[in-house]
């Protein structure tokens, strides 16, 4: 596992894209790093914090290119949940793929986590 994973509205990841930098999201900044998870994570942190909203984007980012920016601290369930105190060159991202909702009403992470 070299990814971890960022949920992003497809405005926010344009914005991004221009600037040539992603400095985070408003939780990120109000927090001070940005937030990411792990792919045995990201289905829970879609359903707990992005629960119903289309537009998204899950951006994978190789984490081994982020240095000691990177922090891996206990969040959520006592896991360690990696964190990046510093903006996201655009860079380290590998891939970004459309988030879409299933039928079900949850994000679909079937196409984009193999």
Partial sequence: MTHIYKIISQSEWRA???????NGAAV????????FST???VEETAARYFAGQTDLLLV???F???GEALRWEVSRGGAPFPHLYAPLSLETVARVDPLPLGADGLHDFSAVLK
């Fill in 60 to 62: 994978a980012v190789d």
């Fill in 16 to 22: 991004a894209e221009a600037a040539g930098l992603f």
């Fill in 39 to 41: 792919a045995e994570q």
């Fill in 28 to 35: 990120d900044l109000a927090d001070g790093f940005i937030h």
């Fill in 64 to 66: 081994t290119k982020l």
